[in-house]
């Protein structure tokens, strides 16, 4: 039986598809045979940041709708074994995932995979809910940004309430994300800190923090999830995070300004 | 001038490891070209039909190709419109005549 975990943020554009790409890439490195699967129906984007887009065949919405296996649908990641990518369709809507074909692509894959990777679309939808509908875990990823955090807020109460886990009277365990964290803007007081957002206002235990980096776009870019920059600090995050969910320990790296030496980078602490 | 390690490997002397940007660029007109109109002769609903039914006819005449081996492009260059289709053939255990 794989565990299920979503991606998801309420607002868009605060590196939903970035962490799941690195989070299922980062999974797979570690041996799990795992599955990230777009949820973006129309806007698929999933397929360009783990750079197979030129392998998409068939997709998701085919899946459902019986016109390919799913099988046929999966798309194995060229550089890491044990990764697959399920990619969105381009071209219908939304309204394509029917709560029965997805809980029965969701089960096939269960049945074969360690994890499931739901990258969810923005908003707090019909996609959204689709997305989050058969988590067991989520990663809540928000932007240290009022819009960002207030629309994490948003989708954290819908997980609550929504999900087939709540619907049983059980909840989905969550996990926060920070991403595009910039240590001296937070020392100005420039921008919210990393206990304003984890402990005061969403009250979600954090699972990392990734710093703004310039390999996000560099990675992106070239297709290559980031994880795999293991040089980048953005990368080292990522890893930190799959660490963290593999229940290992890791001090956090990265969220203290930077000292002279590269001591202090390498060992800054909480 | 001195090159990279990729360089020196793979790109002769003369070649730069390319910038990321204009990866990002290329591969961003290619997928842009799909979803839009392929000068009024696509959809992409046709472009994706036509990658099944390719896809189909290959499997046809060889066994064990799949999905993940092919990789279809559609672009246009100047003056030509261009659909770039890879296959890779599986090992092949079994021909009986060779």
């Known amino acids: 039986?794989?565990?299920?975990?979503?991606?998801?943020?309420?607002?868009?554009?605060?590196?939903?598809?970035?962490?799941?790409?690195?989070?299922?890439?980062?999974?797979?490195?570690?041996?799990?045979?795992?599955?990230?699967?777009?949820?973006?129906?129309?806007?698929?984007?999933?397929?360009?940041?783990?750079?197979?887009?030129?392998?998409?065949?068939?997709?998701?919405?085919?899946?459902?709708?019986?016109?390919?296996?799913?099988?046929?649908?999966?798309?194995?990641?060229?550089?890491?074994?044990?990764?697959?990518?399920?990619?969105?369709?381009?071209?219908?809507?939304?309204?394509?995932?029917?709560?029965?074909?997805?809980?029965?692509?969701?089960?096939?894959?269960?049945?074969?995979?360690?994890?499931?990777?739901?990258?969810?679309?923005?908003?707090?939808?019909?996609?959204?809910?689709?997305?989050?509908?058969?988590?067991?875990?989520?990663?809540?990823?928000?932007?240290?940004?009022?819009?960002s955090v207030r629309d994490s807020d948003r989708i954290i109460g819908v997980l609550q309430s929504r999900s087939k886990r709540a619907e049983n009277g059980d909840s989905v365990r969550e996990h926060l994300v920070i991403t595009r964290f910039n240590p001296q803007r937070a020392e100005n007081k420039e921008m919210l800190s990393i206990d304003m957002i984890s402990k005061d206002i969403l009250k979600v235990p954090l699972i990392g923090v990734i710093p703004e980096c310039q390999s996000v776009l560099e990675a992106s870019n070239r297709g290559i999830p980031v994880i795999n920059y293991e040089q980048s600090e953005a990368g080292q995050a990522y890893d930190d995070v799959v660490a963290r969910f593999l229940n290992e320990e890791r001090p956090y790296r990265f969220i203290d300004v930077k000292k002279k030496g590269w001591f202090g980078r390498i060992f800054g602490d909480q | 001038m001195s090159n990279g390690f990729f360089a020196s490997l793979f790109g002769g002397s003369a070649k730069k490891q390319e910038s990321s940007a204009n990866i990002a660029a290329d591969r961003l007109r290619v997928i842009v070209q799909s979803d839009h109109r392929l000068s009024r002769r696509l959809t992409i609903e046709n472009i994706d039909k036509m990658k099944r039914e390719i896809l189909a006819v290959v499997n046809r005449y060889v066994n064990g190709v799949n999905v993940e081996d092919v990789d279809i492009k559609q672009r246009s260059d100047a003056n030509a419109d261009i659909l770039e289709m890879n296959v890779n053939l599986p090992d092949d255990h079994s021909t009986p005549h060779r």
């Open chain 1, 1 to 147: 039986m794989a565990k299920i975990v979503v991606v998801t943020s309420g607002k868009g554009g605060v590196g939903k598809t970035t962490t799941s790409a690195s989070f299922a890439t980062g999974l797979a490195k570690r041996g799990f045979k795992t599955v990230v699967i777009d949820f973006d129906v129309g806007l698929r984007n999933l397929d360009l940041i783990m750079g197979c887009e030129n392998r998409v065949v068939y997709d998701f919405v085919d899946v459902i709708t019986g016109q390919a296996r799913l099988s046929q649908a999966l798309i194995k990641d060229r550089a890491i074994d044990n990764l697959f990518i399920l990619p969105a369709s381009q071209t219908k809507d939304k309204d394509a995932l029917s709560d029965e074909g997805v809980a029965s692509v969701i089960e096939q894959l269960s049945a074969e995979f360690d994890y499931i990777v739901c990258d969810s679309p923005a908003g707090i939808e019909r996609g959204a809910i689709v997305a989050m509908y058969h988590a067991d875990e989520a990663l809540i990823v928000t932007n240290p940004e009022i819009s």
